[in-house]
Antibody
Framework: EVQLVESGGDSVQPGGSLRLSCAASGFPFSTYNMNWVRQAPGKGLEWISYISDGGTTYYTDSVQGRFTLSRDNAKKSLYLEMNSLRAEDTAVYFC??????????WGQGTLVTVSS | NFVLTQPPSVSESPGKTVTISCTRTSGSIVNNYVQWYRQRPGGSPTTVIFEDNERPSGVPDRISASIDSSSNSASLTISGLKTEDEADYYCQSYDSGLWVFGGGTRLTVL
């Protein structure tokens, strides 16, 4: 069974930092492109970052330069380092695998709250 | 960068048919596949359509999708509506290192 389990969400002050993790199991993680997608409270889905199986990364403009996505294939884990957090970064953060063009598996999400 | 525009909400009665549109603001809708996801309250998204009109296993054939190049839009159609279809639906596509979701459409089956 495929599982993606996010962790690391927390409440943090503006300007603070946080590291999210996503533990994968049940599929060949090292060969999959992976992503983070977030959802602000009551809002829609927003793709924020992608990492290829080889480590190439892409970011949406609003997080470029503040967030860093990395992966550890040996640990089957994905990491999102978030710095200079803003109130507008408040959201549930989902880890999702990319199978071709489709986000085929999603985690349950982890909540990040940025507030003073 | 492009935007995918969806109606915020649609509603229809059980047994009827509903169509949700997804219009691409720039670039051609036919150049990159469109996917559709369903998200129930408190849940994670799941795929109902991938590669414009393909259904994952387990998705019933009363759910279908199409692409219209003339309006530069995609459409998701659900026939024989059931209360279990009530959810938020998102279209999604890609271009040049950018993955984009539509704003989502809340389907109410009343």
């Amino acid at each position: 069974e495929v599982q993606l389990v996010e962790s690391g969400g927390d409440s943090v002050q503006p300007g603070g930092s946080l590291r999210l993790s996503c533990a994968a199991s049940g599929f060949p993680f090292s060969t999959y492109n992976m992503n983070w997608v977030r959802q602000a409270p009551g809002k829609g889905l927003e793709w924020i970052s992608y990492i290829s199986d080889g480590g190439t990364t892409y970011y949406t403009d609003s997080v470029q330069g503040r967030f860093t996505l990395s992966r550890d294939n040996a640990k089957k884990s994905l990491y999102l380092e978030m710095n200079s957090l803003r109130a507008e970064d408040t959201a549930v953060y989902f880890c999702a695998s990319l199978n071709g063009v489709e986000f085929d598996y999603w985690g349950q999400g982890t909540l990040v709250t940025v507030s003073s | 960068n492009f935007v995918l525009t969806q109606p915020p909400s649609v509603s229809e009665s059980p047994g009827k048919t509903v169509t949700i549109s997804c219009t691409r603001t720039s670039g051609s809708i036919v150049n990159n596949y469109v996917q559709w996801y369903r998200q129930r309250p408190g849940g994670s998204p799941t795929t109902v359509i991938f590669e414009d009109n393909e259904r994952p296993s387990g998705v019933p054939d009363r759910i279908s999708a199409s692409i219209d190049s003339s309006s530069n839009s995609a459409s998701l159609t659900i026939s024989g509506l059931k209360t279990e279809d009530e959810a938020d639906y998102y279209c999604q596509s890609y271009d040049s290192g950018l993955w984009v979701f539509g704003g989502g459409t809340r389907l109410t089956v009343l």
